[in-house]
């Protein structure tokens, strides 16, 4: 399944097939924010506990220094 989103365009919770959503244990969806690319980037996927990135999308290595820092672990470097 997380090769498959690693590919996705999705943009939105509509664009996300119903079997990727079906994988999640939460989903959220608050509509667009103000970090929504205007070009229609998807956003950034990390799955949780294992700090492991699903999708690159926007905000991606912002998000990776944040969970470095305070966690001390970097999704980048999660294999």
């Known amino acids: 399944m997380q090769a498959r989103l690693l590919d996705s365009a999705a943009v939105g919770l509509a664009d996300v097939e119903q079997a990727v959503r079906d994988e999640a244990d ?3 969806d608050y509509a667009d924010t ?3 690319h205007p ?3 998807g956003s950034s996927i990390i799955a949780l506990p294992s700090l492991q990135p699903i999708r690159k999308g ?3 290595d912002e998000i990776c ?3 470095a820092r305070r966690f001390g672990t970097d999704p980048r470097a999660v294999a």
């Open 26 to 28: 939460l989903v959220v």
């Open 34 to 36: 103000k970090y929504s």
């Open 39 to 41: 070009a229609g980037m």
């Open 58 to 60: 926007i905000k991606f």
């Open 65 to 67: 220094a944040i969970i």
